[in-house]
């Protein structure tokens, strides 16, 4: 008897009709002879209807107090689909963050999960309840409500899954997998049946997002294998023929399979360019011009600095576009009196795409197979970075779509 | 310094905007030096929303998940009142039942409060903090979340106001205080400006619906000084000139006011009135008759047994109108056919009117005068039931308001 977590999101728990769906399938399961945990999401909308009220009271509200009014929505989630379950004749019991207890550290409205108490819910399991836990809260080392942030379900969901010992932690959403790209954009991108916990937080960090970014981290650093898969997928399936459905999330690479060289292409176009042509090419002064923005509390994604010559560097990073009137301010006024570099220029009709793998590791070639396959659209190149398993690249926004279906043919991503 | 509760009802806690109301009154008491604890309930509406979902999946809810659903509307309230203290610059923190903790029993959607630990929230007046603490609900022996069931954030103000020796608990409603009788029926009716809570039992059970009745047994067992006041109030009064504001409940007959004999006169057109007459008058028929009946859950008010004569008596009690049916049916299929009644009759045209009074204790004579008072109006009595400080009759529903009139100038309760 394994056992297993299923996630649902705020869609799936969105009415009494969809809970008594989410209830039928958990069933299936149950009787198939699983231990199942099940870990549901606050109703669609009702996360955003209590934040609103507190956004009316004030606008900048105490972290401790938002998390107590947020974490609500998921009480009252557990609490309906508890009673759904026991509709469908199983034996069934909620437990909050607190109850668990699902212990976190002090950060209200971004918490981490510390640990997992499993003594009171292992009861319950043995004694053959579903067991029905909030997503997204937990309780703080002064005992208050602490809630995950946004998305933070899927972390709740991976975090129990890797506390009990879960065969398989499922995440049903409203999408049937992990795409080698988005599909509105490329008609034949083919689901991935598979994908490392690295590719995927790459994936999902470039903008592919499919679940919370720390709930990979976990599933990766725990070990726990983690499946995206669609809320209209069959109720029952066989959890050893992994092509059947959604998009497995694993810890380690796959010798058995043939490993393609790159899993997806990841695009967004949310981002800024700012560029500070002509620095004195100093020690120091990369955090010269970054720590004030840093402190601006403008999050600076790409970062590029271009060898020197006649003594000056360029120096160029992008931001999200909502932050570059933000950013620049800071530049100009915090930055250049100090810096006095020759031109500060900003560019906000840009887009980044990246090609993801794994396989990138110990292939040679990749970087060059993308510049070829973008020179030959004539797709000029603004800013390139790399890391182990990913290569990304700054363009005109305009050329995005075209840049990305280019890519998806070039490295034979297509179904 | 002394500490004050004040508990808002769910009119009160109603909109962001009213919500704003009652943080600016507690901040006038604060300010004023006094150690606040506020205890809101949810926001109007909001519980029989909960109730609703949960009564959508199932109609017969599990208890304890109905709970864990139910509390959520406190919970709410709790975190947007400290967040609209905090933006009137005080510090304050909300503790829901758990947190506190607040003790009950495990009788969910109706538990008891058994204990409530002063520690950490008395760590947080101390530090200068108003502490705002979730009516209604507290954590069970199981450490599940228990509601006290309809109206108990009443009980839960008082129950605290106890633990935490408060000078006053007062109750914010949208009455300002406890009337000889409803100001509907009689134009005249007077605010009292102080009740004994033996009196204030007679007339909330009997209609008088102001608080929940046992937030008045609360303040009873453990004297504390309950006000029921408008919440439309002046912010701020001297708690030492009671006659100012509301009515206040107190624990003692107080020698320095002249005791008036009778306080109110409540009522209640809810019931319906059963007679079985010609019941072999032997040991245990009533037993034989009420046994089966309160099996099936159906509460009994009066219940009046006559004198026997040939071997025989007339048994009457009365039931809420709504399970006048289900009492009927109980009667006819469960008690009649081991009893061997000679006539079942029942009537839902009843009223119940009661005179209250602790003063009637040492004055002879309330009695006869009231009965004296119905019979100059005609009005036939069909019942009569007594205790120390109330007589109750029931009579025909259509002299209802009469009977109250009449009492109500018979006892000289005018302004």
Excluded at 12 to 34: D, L
Excluded at 119 to 146: K, N
Excluded at 321 to 344: C, D, F, G, S, W
């Amino acid at each position: 008897m394994s056992l297993i977590v299923h996630k649902y999101g705020g869609t799936s728990m969105g009415s009494v009709e969809r809970i008594r769906n989410v209830a039928k399938r958990v069933a299936k399961w149950q009787r198939a002879g699983h231990q199942m945990i099940v870990v549901p999401s606050a109703m669609s909308g009702e996360t955003n209807r209590l934040l609103g009220l507190a956004k009316e009271i004030t606008d900048r509200p105490n972290p401790r107090e938002l998390d107590q009014i947020a974490a609500t929505g998921e009480q009252v989630s557990v609490g309906l689909l508890a009673l759904a379950l026991q509709a469908e004749g199983l034996d069934a019991i909620s437990f909050c963050g607190w109850q668990v207890p699902i212990k976190t550290d002090a950060a209200h409205t971004k918490a981490r999960i510390e640990s997992i108490d499993r003594t009171a819910v292992q009861a319950h399991l043995d004694a053959g309840r579903v067991v029905v836990i909030t997503g997204f809260q937990g309780v703080s080392p002064e005992g208050a409500v602490a809630t995950l942030g946004r998305g933070g379900s899927d972390t709740s969901a991976v975090a129990i899954a890797a506390a009990f010992d879960a065969a398989e932690c499922l995440i049903y959403t409203d999408v049937d997998g992990v795409y080698t790209t988005d599909p509105r954009v490329v008609a034949d991108a083919r689901r991935l049946s598979r994908i490392t916990f690295e590719e995927m937080l790459e994936m999902a960090s470039l903008g592919s997002k499919v679940l919370q970014i720390r709930s990979v981290e976990f599933a990766g650093k725990y070990k726990v294998k983690t499946r995206v898969l669609s809320s209209l997928t069959d109720p029952l399936m066989d959890l050893n023929d992994e092509a059947q459905s959604g998009t497995l999330i694993t810890y380690e690479e796959d010798p058995s399979m043939e490993q393609a060289v790159i899993s997806g292409i990841a695009f967004n176009r949310d981002e800024a360019k700012i560029t500070i042509a002509g620095v004195p090419d100093k020690p120091g002064v990369a955090y010269k011009i970054l720590g004030p923005v840093a402190a601006a509390n403008v999050d600076v994604d790409v970062i590029i600095q271009n060898a020197s010559h006649d003594g000056t560097t360029d120096f160029s990073f992008t931001v999200h576009r909502n932050e570059l009137a933000k950013a620049l301010e800071v530049i100009q006024t915090k930055v250049q009196p100090e810096i006095h570099a020759r031109e500060i220029t900003s560019d906000n009709q840009i887009a980044k795409v990246s090609v993801v793998g794994i396989g990138m590791k110990s292939h040679v070639g990749v970087a060059s197979q993308m510049f070829q396959t973008l020179a030959d659209e004539g797709i000029n190149i603004q800013m390139i970075s790399t890391s182990e398993i990913k290569i990304s690249v700054v363009i005109a926004d305009k050329y995005m779509e075209l840049a990305v279906r280019a890519l998806h043919k070039a490295f034979g991503l297509e179904s």
